[in-house]
């Protein structure tokens, strides 16, 4: 059933108004969705120049299908979670630049290779002695998939700190801020932006 349209000639508080059931993305938070296949893709540099060492045309059929995996997987956080992936996008910056001195992806590797490893899934390469080399479709998907969830969850954790740290001095400025630039704490409500339920904009208030 279709709420009735929102009465906007008045101020009134958000809560006031009907509201769809998701987050509206506005202004810096649309830039995570947009940004993000362009981060991914510059996170995949290095670890798919150590992947072309030791990954087999059947490995790389598995390889692609994690690496597509995981770009919707951050493209879903992004749309759905707009201001996690503000975040998101801040830490795998930070963890892209790291490729200039990889020793975050080269453990990412090592680990991802163990964890293949462990599950039987490498094999020794004919080609070069000690080389593991990643022969399957299961075993690319499974390296991949394990190297990506890694590096993501640092930029994740990352992105998460600077935004924290952010908040903390924002906040901070704000306390010792001079009573003039403050903003003023009479009148009405600022309003925030939003979409009203019956999906028509007309009716929603915009701050």
Same mark, same amino acid.
């Given at each position: 059933?279709?709420?009735?349209?929102?009465?906007?000639?008045?101020?009134?508080?958000?809560?006031? *108004?009907?509201?769809?059931?998701?987050?509206?993305?506005?202004? &810096?938070?649309?830039?995570? /969705?947009?940004? =993000?296949?362009?981060?991914?893709?510059?996170? !995949?540099?290095?670890?798919?120049?150590?992947?072309? !060492?030791?990954? /087999?045309?059947?490995? =790389?059929?598995?390889?692609?299908?994690?690496?597509?995996? $995981?770009? #919707?997987?951050? *493209?879903?956080?992004?749309?759905?979670?707009?201001?996690?992936?503000?975040?998101?996008?801040?830490?795998?910056? #930070?963890?892209?630049?790291?490729?200039?001195?990889? #020793?975050?992806?080269?453990?990412?590797?090592?680990?991802?290779?163990?964890?293949?490893?462990?599950?039987? $899934?490498?094999?020794? /390469?004919?080609? =070069?002695?000690?080389?593991?080399? &990643?022969?399957?479709?299961? @075993?690319?998907?499974?390296?991949?998939?394990?190297?990506?969830?890694?590096?993501?969850?640092?930029? @994740? &954790?990352?992105?998460?700190?600077?935004?924290?740290?952010?908040?903390?001095?924002? /906040?901070?400025?704000?306390?010792?801020?001079?009573?003039? @630039?403050?903003?003023?704490?009479?009148?009405?409500?600022?309003?925030? @932006?939003?979409?009203?339920?019956?999906?028509?904009?007309?009716?929603?208030?915009?701050?």
């Amino acid at each position: 059933m279709v709420p009735e349209a929102a009465d906007c000639t008045e101020q009134k508080s958000p809560a006031e *108004y009907p509201v769809c059931p998701y987050e509206d993305a506005s202004g &810096i938070e649309q830039f995570a /969705s947009r940004v =993000w296949p362009i981060a991914f893709a510059v996170n !995949m540099i290095v670890p798919v120049i150590l992947a072309m !060492m030791m990954t /087999s045309f059947r490995g =790389w059929i598995g390889t692609g299908v994690a690496g597509f995996t $995981l770009l #919707i997987l951050g *493209y879903y956080v992004c749309r759905v979670y707009p201001r996690f992936g503000v975040n998101l996008i801040f830490g795998a910056g #930070i963890v892209a630049a790291t490729q200039f001195y990889p #020793i975050l992806q080269f453990l990412a590797g090592t680990l991802a290779i163990e964890l293949a490893t462990k599950l039987g $899934l490498v094999v020794q /390469s004919d080609d =070069w002695i000690g080389l593991l080399l &990643i022969a399957t479709e299961v @075993s690319g998907f499974v390296v991949t998939f394990a190297c990506g969830t890694i590096l993501l969850v640092t930029a @994740s &954790i990352v992105g998460l700190l600077i935004g924290f740290l952010l908040s903390v001095f924002l /906040s901070r400025n704000e306390t010792f801020a001079p009573e003039s @630039s403050k903003p003023p704490t009479n009148g009405p409500p600022r309003l925030t @932006s939003y979409r009203c339920c019956d999906n028509d904009d007309s009716n929603c208030p915009v701050a």
